[in-house]
């Protein structure tokens, strides 16, 4: 693709439209607070509506089209945004302040979720195509020829990330995989990165010019009115939303989504305590080594990841081992600059918070400064403090974590009881531990988080067939569902079954034939081959 000057405008239909009398905002650098040379557009109800009827149009077209051009377009999509070089690096420099390194491994991510959904495409069994034929001999009654599959829901509605611009962003899973899925999509940028979300979307654009596909299929509408939003989720044609962010945004738009006439879906991931437990015999084996890893963990990318660890629990006296060391390893950690002032603020209440707690110990006492500039912390509480304060139990998002000193093992399964619903949970256990009280604490991490870790440590999401991002309430919406691999395409599809429904009428998918060659369930067995025609 060419070069992409910046415009600071909105995609809807393959045009860049700018709506100068709904207002213009402007992204600024967290570390330094310079802002950007260019203004963006602010989306209002015109653009929600211009970008929803031509995404629904398009969903229309590509309806009829063979299977596989998802396939084509995801390939497209993931050459273009490698085409777009160091300027779409030197760009999330400029907007993030995250380093060049981090953001270059961002790239790679994208790039490959999008290949991933491509080949997950190709092979075909997603739409989990099941048949069960015909009995007319069947008494007392003939049995009717049943053949279900998974369809596209229609277009959808994502919200892209601030805490990864480029994995999570306008072009990130959630819309790899409704692509995939066979759903347009309209992406709503986040306001912190406006010219990374115009440069993605440039992207996507070319792709669908050079794929000769309907350029409704993707929108990108800019802004930082939470307004925008709203309408997205509330308008007719949406059919489902994704969403990456806090707790407060996503049960927003959820309450939104349930309130419409027809309600619709939000996939929301939100708040995480992601409980770390630490037993006796991991910290008398490794309690050094372990404090260095912890502090990684608990301060890559500042804090501001969705998995880190927030709350550790630690049992018995060796913690005191554990405790110091992590201590110096966070102090250790200089300050640096947060996403957006606006999640630095928050983070600082979170903390102070933390600190009027009576019985809450500061051991390392970050404190902000200019512009969106933060210096990690860590506090130390009792197991009694913790379950009794639930202002202890909310996620600080942020360069931050609390240990919990647990006396027994009944207090550790009490604390754990009291946390809720995570992405993940984390045991550490050592050679002496017993494996009965290793089984119990995961037997209480299984019901509270969606992904469950066993002598490591939680950030750092390995995107594939078998992961899950996901859990139970308030880290997402729906406990049922992964924003991150290729499951997540299950978020924007939805179940139909066709009954003594003529050969050529039917899907591909459940033709007699099989022309797609994909792996379907027959009379309950796993089978590529042909079904015999009745």
Request: with cysteine; charged share 20%; hydrophobic share 45%.
């Amino acid at each position: 693709m060419t070069a992409h000057a910046m415009t600071g405008s909105h995609l809807i239909g393959g045009q860049w439209q700018s709506a100068a009398a709904s207002g213009w905002f402007y992204a600024a650098n967290p570390a330094n607070g310079k802002s950007s040379s260019e203004r963006f557009s602010e989306g209002a109800a015109g653009e929600v509506d211009g970008a929803m009827t031509t995404a629904a149009a398009a969903f229309e077209v590509v309806r009829d089209l063979p299977p596989n051009w998802s396939a084509d377009l995801l390939e497209a999509v993931a050459g273009a945004i490698m085409d777009l070089g160091d300027a779409l690096l030197e760009r999330g420099e400029q907007e993030t302040a995250l380093p060049r390194g981090r953001l270059t491994g961002e790239r790679i991510r994208t790039y490959n979720q999008l290949k991933l959904f491509a080949e997950v495409v190709r092979e075909g069994s997603w739409v989990d195509a099941v048949i069960d034929t015909a009995d007319p001999d069947r008494k007392p009654a003939a049995k009717p020829d049943l053949r279900r599959m998974s369809i596209p829901r229609g277009p959808v509605a994502v919200f892209g990330a601030s805490n990864f611009p480029f994995a999570f962003g306008v072009c990130g899973g959630d819309t790899a995989s409704a692509l995939a899925a066979g759903c347009p999509v309209v992406a709503k940028g986040h306001p912190s990165h406006p010219g990374v979300n115009e440069l993605f979307a440039a992207a996507v654009l070319s792709a669908l010019e050079g794929c000769k596909l309907p350029r409704g299929l993707f929108a990108l509408l800019q802004g930082e009115s939470h307004d925008l939003g709203a309408l997205l989720v509330g308008h007719p044609s949406t059919s489902a939303v994704g969403f990456t962010g806090s707790l407060r945004g996503g049960r927003s738009l959820f309450d939104i989504a349930s309130q419409r006439p027809r309600p619709i879906p939000v996939y929301a991931e939100m708040g995480s305590l992601n409980p770390l437990v630490i037993l006796p015999g991991a910290m008398v084996e490794r309690s050094e080594a372990m404090a260095q890893a912890l502090a990684g963990s608990v301060l890559l990318g500042l804090g501001q990841f969705c998995t880190k660890p927030g709350v550790i629990f630690t049992l018995g006296d060796n913690a005191q081992k554990l405790i110091p060391a992590l201590a110096r390893a966070i102090t250790a950690t200089a300050a640096g600059p947060m996403l957006n002032k606006i999640l630095r603020d928050r983070f600082c209440d979170r903390a102070g918070e933390f600190a009027r707690v009576k019985g809450v110990k500061t051991l390392v006492n970050g404190a902000a400064s200019a512009h969106a500039m933060m210096a990690p912390s860590l506090w130390e509480t009792t197991a009694d403090i913790w379950i009794n304060q639930r202002a202890l139990h909310e996620e600080a998002f942020g360069p931050g974590a609390l240990v919990v000193c647990c006396r027994d093992e009944g207090e550790v399964i009490q604390c754990l009881g009291k946390v809720q619903g995570s992405l993940t949970g984390t045991v550490h256990a050592g050679a002496a531990d017993e494996e009965e009280l290793v089984a119990r604490v995961i037997r209480k991490l299984e019901s509270l988080a969606g992904r469950v870790i066993v002598n490591g440590y939680p950030t750092g999401v390995e995107v594939g067939d078998a992961i899950v991002h996901g859990g139970p309430y308030p880290a997402t919406t729906d406990p049922g569902w992964t924003s991150v691999g290729s499951a997540s395409i299950r978020r924007w599809v939805r179940m139909v079954a066709y009954q003594d429904m003529p050969d050529a009428l039917l899907p591909a998918a459940l033709r007699n034939a099989n022309p797609l060659k994909i792996q379907r369930r027959v009379n309950g067995a796993r089978s590529d081959d042909p079904v015999s025609a009745t």
